[in-house]
């Protein structure tokens, strides 16, 4: 009896287990939460955003989706996950197939969004983006043929990105949210949706940056500089080195 009293007592652990606290609306981590720089109450724009969100995006720690997703009223913006679209989704096959429905996807047929928005002034769209690397939206536009059909449009936005965690590949490439932001303030004529739904990203960045992340410049940039690592192929490199050996000096 003794014996098992001790036992037990040897058991309790010296300190309480930590848990971490998760915030129950958008399930991080309750340090990293950026709920509080959300619009409150909700933004309610008359255009749709409609995200088809590649599996590997959800897996990472910084996706910017969600802020979308809770910053605009329930209803704006829909996301839908995977790889083949619409799937079994009657919602969803229905919105693609609206007259209505723009698909942001830079190509030699795209739009300017601006453009489209001078001509249609009163109309309502539902604006399908792409969620993922470039390699990931080009691999879900070929393998999707119902967005084949949708009027393609792209943004022309200038300034560098506020988010600067990840490596853009180019300047001018945006996340999904600056985006979305982006492209309502247009459709909707409210810079609102570009000041108030970038504000997350913003406190996001500003704590990974005091977190120890490294602030990734574009690839564009880091060439421009000479700071990109594979600005000289392996190959090349052997090529330039072999010519400077046979030059003569
Ligand atoms: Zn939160």
């Known amino acids: 009896m003794e014996s098992e009293v001790l036992f037990d007592l040897a058991n309790i652990p010296a300190d309480p287990p ?7 609306k958008c399930e991080r981590p309750s340090r990293v939460c950026w709920c509080g720089a959300l ?40 996301i839908f996950k995977g790889k083949h679209f619409p799937g079994r989704n009657h919602e969803l096959e229905a919105l693609l197939q609206q007259p209505n429905t723009l698909l942001l996807y830079p190509s030699p047929k795209s739009i300017d969004l601006r453009e489209i928005q001078s001509k249609h002034i009163d109309c309502n769209f539902n604006l399908v983006l792409l969620d993922g690397t470039w390699p990931q939206a080009k691999a879900m536009y070929s393998g999707n043929s119902i967005l ?18 990840r490596t853009q ?7 999904t949210l600056e985006t979305a932001a982006e492209a309502l303030s247009i459709l909707e004529g409210d810079n609102v949706y570009r000041e108030k739904l970038i504000t997350p990203l913003k406190s996001l960045c500003d704590y990974q940056l005091q977190n120890g992340a490294v602030s990734h410049e574009s690839k564009e940039f880091r060439i421009k500089n000479n700071t990109y690592p594979k600005l000289v192929g392996k190959r090349l490199n052997k090529v330039l080195k072999s010519a400077e050996i046979l030059q003569p000096s």
């Open 18 to 24: 930590k848990m971490r606290s998760i915030c129950n």
């Open 148 to 165: 084949h059909g949708i009027q393609q449009i792209k943004l022309v936005i200038n300034g560098p990105s506020n988010y600067i965690i």
């Open 169 to 175: 590949p180019t300047e001018g490439c945006f996340s």
């Open 39 to 78: 619009p409150d109450p909700p933004l309610s724009p008359r255009n749709k955003i409609i995200i088809l969100q590649h599996p590997a995006e959800e897996k990472r720690s910084l996706r910017t989706a969600p802020i979308l997703h809770l910053g605009l009223k329930e209803g704006s913006c829909l």
